[in-house]
């Protein structure tokens, strides 16, 4: 599965998808107006992670994303996110 295909697929507000060792696609939804896709590159320990690629896709209503709204993303807050999300997908059991 791919980027593309998960951000297709997923209904729930966030998702994970293991792509590979030390690789996660991690998507989530902002409200009913946009889809956010990265994939994740583990670095190091488990709770490192570098961001290889960023989608976002306007979902409901939106037919199209203009400059303002990528400027009004909080794109720092969601990469933290997404790497909660990955270490969390990652924590060694135990």
């Known amino acids: 599965m791919d980027l593309a295909e998960?951000?297709?697929t997923v209904i729930e507000p966030s998702a994970v998808?293991?792509?590979g060792e030390g690789e996660r696609l991690v998507?989530?939804?902002l409200?009913?107006?946009f889809s956010i896709g990265m994939r994740l590159h583990?670095?190091?320990?488990?709770?490192?992670w570098d961001v290889l690629e960023i989608a976002v896709r306007p979902t409901?209503?939106?037919e199209t994303i203009s400059d303002d709204d990528?400027?009004?993303l909080p794109m720092r807050a969601l990469i933290d996110?997404?790497?909660r999300l990955a270490t969390k997908s990652a924590k060694p059991v135990g």
């Open 6 to 8: 998960l951000m297709d």
């Open 17 to 19: 998808h293991v792509a």
């Open 27 to 29: 998507t989530m939804r």
């Open 31 to 33: 409200a009913d107006d």
């Open 42 to 48: 583990q670095c190091d320990s488990y709770r490192k």
């Open 60 to 62: 409901g209503a939106h």
């Open 70 to 72: 990528v400027r009004e």
């Open 81 to 83: 996110e997404a790497r």
